[in-house]
Structure formats: structure tokens, C-alpha cells
């Protein structure tokens, strides 16, 4: 079983391998990055979030979307600036590492 999923595997392009990925984990398509983003692994990003546009003055994203972004520190303090403010609801949040997700509380969205 496990020789037939490597070969499986081996003859698969890199993109067929990350939509079974985003798949496995229950991951759904949002307006911004998507879920297995070349973001994700860049050193700099230390913050995934999902969040709701609820203003048409938000920076990110129309009124009534649904987006996934992949932040730093600064970009992640500058989403929860527009938190405060009204423009955005974030529903999801996961630190960062090495392009793995650590979500802060199981049942978030993803």
C-alpha cells in the first residue's frame, strides 16, 4: 500500500500534490492567497488569517468576501488596526512556522 502512494505520488505535478494537501486538511478556496501559497513558507510570514470584509473601506478585498492572507508581525498588527476599526471580522487565525499552521483553537475555519 504505502509503495503504490509513493509511486502514486512520483508521477503527480507539484500542484496535484498541494490540492491534496489543501483537501486533506479540510481547506477551502478564499479571495487572496490560497491555502498552500508560496507565502505561506516565506520567513517573514508569521501569521495566517481568514476574515470577512465588512466595510468598502477595507484595504484588502471587497465587501462580503471571505479572504486568506499570509502576514507579518507588521501586516498581522495592521489587520487587527482594521479589526478595530470596523473594516474587517477576522474568523481564523494560525501562527506560522516554516510554512506549517498552528491554529489557535481547533474549530477555525480553514
Known amino acids: 500500500m504505502f509503495c503504490k502512494e ?4 512520483r508521477n503527480s505535478t507539484i500542484g496535484e ?3 491534496r494537501k489543501r483537501i486533506q486538511d479540510g481547506a477551502k478556496e ?3 492567497h490560497t491555502y498552500m501559497d508560496l507565502a505561506r513558507f516565506d520567513d517573514a510570514t508569521k ?6 470584509v465588512l466595510t468598502d473601506e477595507s484595504p484588502v ?3 462580503g468576501e471571505r479572504n486568506r492572507l499570509y502576514l507579518s508581525d507588521v501586516g498581522y498588527q495592521k489587520a487587527l ?4 476599526a470596523g473594516n ?3 474568523i481564523s487565525h494560525a501562527a506560522v512556522a516554516k ?3 498552528y491554529y489557535d483553537h481547533r474549530d477555525m475555519a480553514r
Not at 6 to 9: A, G, I, N
Not at 47 to 52: G, L, R, T, W
Open 6 to 9: 509513493v509511486l502514486m505520488q
Open 88 to 90: 474587517i471580522k477576522i
Open 81 to 84: 488596526d482594521n479589526q478595530k
Open 17 to 19: 500534490l498541494m490540492e
Open 61 to 63: 478585498g471587497w465587501k
Open 47 to 52: 501569521h495566517m488569517i481568514i476574515f470577512d
Open 99 to 101: 510554512g506549517n499552521l
Open 30 to 32: 478564499y479571495q487572496g
